[in-house]
């Protein structure tokens, strides 16, 4: 038999998956022999993610094609000293350990700290950087301590050890993804700390006005290289490497290059103590629950404002004069046209000083907008679909265009939307994660803390999967019944 | 009850209706016949201002409609409530019973209790012969049934004319009977009527008087025994000679 066309094509799409696959894979070195792998290829790869910003690693606003920062200048050094290039790849922060593990990197360098959990982990380096963990308060606050703001709102970088550190106290945690956001949450009397390393609090939140930092370090902990668990003699060649750096100065130039060398570079520093592995506990259901309680909010209160706000705007589009339909399509073509995540950020952090919203609200809010320019088209397809002889039969009646609105074509646009209502309203229970970037732990970014705190996404993915459909799957029944009583006459026909 | 003078429509360059004028007198029953595409429908459409028109004007019901009106100001809409239609297709509203498409308008419009509407509606439907199924959803009813509650519905607002577009062409035979029955016996209480229809029988049975309609004018005007039996225009002869073939 001749092969037919779409055989051909899912052959062509293997090979192009193939030569994908085979491209992404970095390390292709045997376990532990990464070292020798580097030599041979007269290159290190290592992980890192630029949007962590200054001093780290970070775009050269001179010149945006090229890659600056402190770590870029150790990463020079170490290379030199071992003979060989260096050569940065992007990956996402909280993912490089695990990309490490898979081998798409040789090592990892960007502000990984030493902590215990790490070290069971992989292998990590001799430190190149002390850092100490700094308390942002507002200025005129009287919090002396972090054990003054207990029962209090601290912000922190989700993942950190700084968000170790406020997990282990009795601290309501705010986790944010950003380097500023926490301290713009700060001066808005969003939170009312925030604890991070002194770099980033130095850099982005010591200098605000209304920001105090406290000068009594909370926390110290180390930066360190990571390093698969196997690679024994790398770890041994990158801790010589280190070592011979201090000793003839050259890490103190760079970090002085960098205005980070401070007195604490000198000091011993031991391993940071981090929570041990968590287990899926009663503890954890129930914060699972609270997850998906704050999920089922958001997406309900934020379709409560999408539905009347989108037929509002779909009868401005359809009915109304020259000026309510371009003002409707604007709004539309605004909404459905930007991610709902750059609105998400605009609300709560963009229009934050005027409006003052609380996480939730915001999300509630953003989500709600969003959300009403899809409903407005869904509706104006809807009326567009009713029959002519409707309206005519309303008016021929005597009713009046609002009669006509709210008896005839409203009910039955609403009986015509109610499957894609439906399905945008699940589509809405999903993107209700996109809130979790203004500091809202709903259940993806439960799953995800989770996660981090079982060193697993195996149980905490599962979980949070069957809440997802527990929450989406009565509402599409319930859809599903109501779409059966009010559309009677709109029974499928044999084909 | 209805004058219609000098009223001209246009669509584009077309002249739809040209210079139209013509009376009916109260309790009148009008059959309104002749070629496709000759404004039948578009005339009467006209009578409620469903349709718009450029030139002339019409008196209905104690109002007066003129080009240039926007389409539901109060005083159309009073109009409306006082001049019934029926269409072709029904139009029933699909989402509500046959009694609450009787009750809707009265209930919305006329303020009529609920109460007294659904008395209205029910004894309306005992009078179309569907005593039984007002609970019943259009899309359950048949094409005739559909027809009969779209003609209670229009009655529902005590209307002092009906205008029937077309009221059995989209029915089957066995259905246009008990439809036509509908209409000759709101004729033998004497409500005024406008009636577009190619059932010739039909038009001869009830109508006081025919319109034969071509080409946007009424060519000729008279009693079903003079224009249906004995044409005097060309244009009437050719007509229901085709019509008899």
Redesign the interface.
Known sequence: MRPCWHTALVRVWFLVVLALAASCGGGEDAPGQTYAGIKQRGEITWGADRAGGEPFVFEDPADPSKLTGFEVDIMDAVARRLGVKQRMVQFTWSQLVPSLERGDFDIVMNGLEATAARRDRILLSEPYFIYAETLAIRKGDPYLSIFDLVGRRVGSLNETYAWDIIKMLPLDGAPYEGNEEPYIDLELGRVDGVLLDNIIADRYGCTRAPVKCLPYDVARGSYAIGIRKDDRELKAVIDQVLAAMKKDGELETILRKWKLWDHRQTEEVGLSVAPAPREFDADMVTQFLEAAVLTLELSLFAFVIAVPLGLLLAIMRVYGGTGASAGARIYIELFRGTPVLLQLFVLYYGLGELLHLGPIQAGVIGLGLNYAAYEAEVYRGALLAIPRGQSEASRALGMSPWQTLRFIMVPQAFRLALPPMTNDFVSLLKDSSLVSTVAAIELTKRMQMAALEMRSYLIPGIACAVLYIILSFPLSELARRLERRLSRDQRPHAL | MISVRTLSKRHGERQVLQAVSADVTKGETVAIVGPSGGGKSTLLRCL?Y?EKFDEGHVDIAGARLEPGMR??E?AL?????RV??V?Q?F?????LSALQNIM??PV??KRVTAADAERDGLALLERVGLGDRGGA???ELSGGQQQRVAIA??LA?KPEVILFDEPTSALDPEMRDEVMAVIKALREGGMTMLVVTHEMQFAHDIATRVWVIDKGTIAEDGTPAQVIDDPKTAVSREFFARLRR
Do not use: D, E, K, T
């Open positions: 409620n469903l389409g539901s109060p809409r009073a109009l409306r409530s019934g239609m269409f297709q139009n029933l509203f699909p989402h809707l308008a919305q419009v959803y259009p899309h519905r229009a607002m």
